[in-house]
């Protein structure tokens, strides 16, 4: 089965020819096809982002282009706010004045009690919603969301969301029809949605009214399996990942020739491609 690649081979034969450097495709395809993988997957990495084309490109031949959305399956803390002060998840008991000591002359008694009162659910970071959604006496009625970015951009669609529960077991948002949501504005006001940002960054909103009062943990609490890509692989991908394999190319085929100054000029302009695949990608960064 060919490699996986974001460009073809005559896309590396147009850089190398617009570079004036040597190299044979036909005879050394291999090297060229294993370095547009090479380039391919590392780029999808550092981007956070998949592209396909649904229909293929035609001129590909040795080169599997993508045609279909990639599937992924990652697991998420929930958010927590940046500082909590001891027992600050506990409703207060007492009325004190704004001096007052009496917090610190307490007894061992009073902490032990504290930490028996120890809410997690209330130390949920609220991203959009009223910053007090968690504190009594909680309204339901309106939603409050914390949320989660999600490790690929241009999300498609969600097959799986397991939030833990209150007995440590996970609950499958999904697949329970007790639970809605999905991908996109118009699931704003459910429990879960997924906004895709400009760029294609994508965050997962999930209600926090729709989990356990008594939720077991705040790590490990999502599980997220979805579909991701963007649809068509724009030009500047493409010619970018032509570029660094074309370089890779070239130093390929020239580590048999004997001068010295042919090679030089070879890893010059080999240099000088990626520098120019990488100004290509800026906009994705």
């Known amino acids: 089965m060919a490699p996986v690649g974001y460009c073809t081979l005559e896309d590396v034969r ?22 547009i993988a090479a380039e391919t997957e590392p780029l999808e990495r550092s981007l956070s982002q998949h592209f396909f084309e649904p229909a293929g490109i035609d001129e590909a031949t040795a080169i599997n282009i993508p045609t279909a959305p990639k599937s992924r399956d990652d697991e998420h803390d929930v958010a927590t706010n940046g500082a909590m002060v001891h027992g600050a998840a ?32 209330r130390e949920i970071r609220i991203a959009t919603g009223e910053a007090e959604a968690l504190e009594p006496p909680v309204d339901e009625s309106r939603p409050a969301y914390t949320h989660i970015q999600l490790a690929r951009d241009y999300v498609k669609s969600l097959s799986k969301l397991l939030v833990i529960g209150g007995d440590g077991s996970y609950t499958d948002w999904v697949a329970d029809d007790g639970y809605t949501g999905g991908v996109g504005l118009e699931h704003r006001g459910e429990d879960y949605w997924v906004r895709i940002n400009s760029g294609g960054v994508s965050d997962l909103y999930l209600n926090v009214h729709a989990m356990d009062d008594d939720i077991a943990s705040l790590s490990n609490a999502v599980y997220v399996a979805f579909d991701h890509g963007h649809e068509g692989i724009p030009r500047a991908i493409r010619r970018a990942v032509a570029l660094k394999a074309g370089a890779e190319f070239a130093e390929e085929a020239t580590i048999q020739i004997p001068d010295n100054a042919t090679v030089y000029n070879v890893e010059t302009k080999a240099e000088q491609m990626r520098s120019k695949a990488d100004d290509l990608l800026e906009e994705y960064q």
Do not use: C, F, M
């Open 14 to 35: 147009r850089a190398l020819r617009e570079a004036s450097l040597p190299g044979d495709l036909e005879q050394d395809t291999q090297i060229a096809v294993d370095a």
């Open 90 to 121: 506990e409703r207060d008991r007492h009325q004190y004045r704004k001096n007052s000591d009496a917090l610190l002359e307490s007894d061992p008694r009073n902490d032990r009690w504290r930490k028996d009162r120890y809410v997690p659910k």
